[in-house]
């Protein structure tokens, strides 16, 4: 059993649609990211916070927004996605930013 | 983008024979780990190894470590069915790189029972 749980497993959605994917760990770690993983690639890291600080790849588009509601919880809100956003997306979790992370199981994302 | 090239990208292999899987990154690093990914599920932590050390084990894995060749490599001992999965290293560079995960292509081991 993975220790970082994401929900929801799978997510269809429209483009004008607006969803949320949520991460949540237990394990007092204070560092959390989010990937985008497409098929037979290695993730690409979109976001982190850590120590309370959010750090943005400048390359993710506005359309993915995090937020951080607590240390133990981070969402990713999603508005008006494209289908190139179809991907697996992938929360992890790390006591400090150079520790192994652990990662959930993600979300399947599928942009109609 | 992504610093860290692995070769090969498919390796196939019969149960019981070992593995090799190799990894070169191109800036300093703080350390490298590797990790694996079973189909349709998240990475899993497999070992790290730190800047100044040359070789680590776990159980059936082995990892070497050269900075001066910046390259790593993943040796599986006596491999089983099990083992299929995608393995990818992953280097964490120096104070100025925010301490974040930069992985490689993958490699993907499958394995034949």
């Known amino acids: 059993d993975t220790e970082v749980t994401q929900t929801p497993k799978h997510l269809v959605m429209g483009m004008t649609n607006k969803k949320s994917l949520k991460c949540e760990q237990h394990?007092?770690?204070?560092?959390m990211y989010w990937y985008k993983q497409k098929a037979k690639k290695p993730p690409e890291l979109m976001f982190v916070?850590?120590?309370?600080?959010?750090?943005i790849n400048e390359s993710v588009p506005s359309r993915f927004s995090p937020e951080c509601p607590n240390s133990s919880l981070l969402n990713l809100h999603l508005h008006a996605l494209q289908p190139e956003d179809s991907a697996l997306y992938l929360c992890?979790?790390?006591?400090?930013?150079?520790?192994?992370?652990?990662f959930g199981d993600g979300t399947r994302l599928s942009i109609l | 983008s992504q610093q860290g090239e692995e070769d090969p990208q498919a390796l196939s292999i019969q149960e019981g024979e070992n593995a090799t899987m190799n990894c070169s990154y191109k800036?300093?690093?703080?350390?490298l780990q590797w990790y694996r990914q079973n189909s349709g599920r998240g990475l899993v932590h497999l070992i790290l190894?730190?800047?100044?050390?040359r070789e680590k084990h776990s159980g059936r894995l082995r990892v070497t470590l050269d900075t001066s060749k910046k390259s790593s490599s993943l040796l599986i001992t006596a491999s089983r069915a099990a083992d299929t999965a995608s393995y990818f290293c992953?280097?964490?560079?120096?104070?100025?790189?925010?301490?974040?995960?930069?992985f490689g292509e993958g490699t993907q081991l499958t394995v034949n029972p």
């Open positions: 992953a280097t964490v560079g120096g104070e100025t790189s925010g301490s974040r995960l930069t």
């Open positions: 916070y850590s120590y309370e600080k959010l750090s």
């Open positions: 190894i730190r800047s100044n050390e």
């Open positions: 800036t300093s690093i703080n350390n």
């Open positions: 394990m007092g770690h204070r560092a």
């Open positions: 992890a979790s790390s006591q400090q930013g150079n520790q192994p992370q652990h």
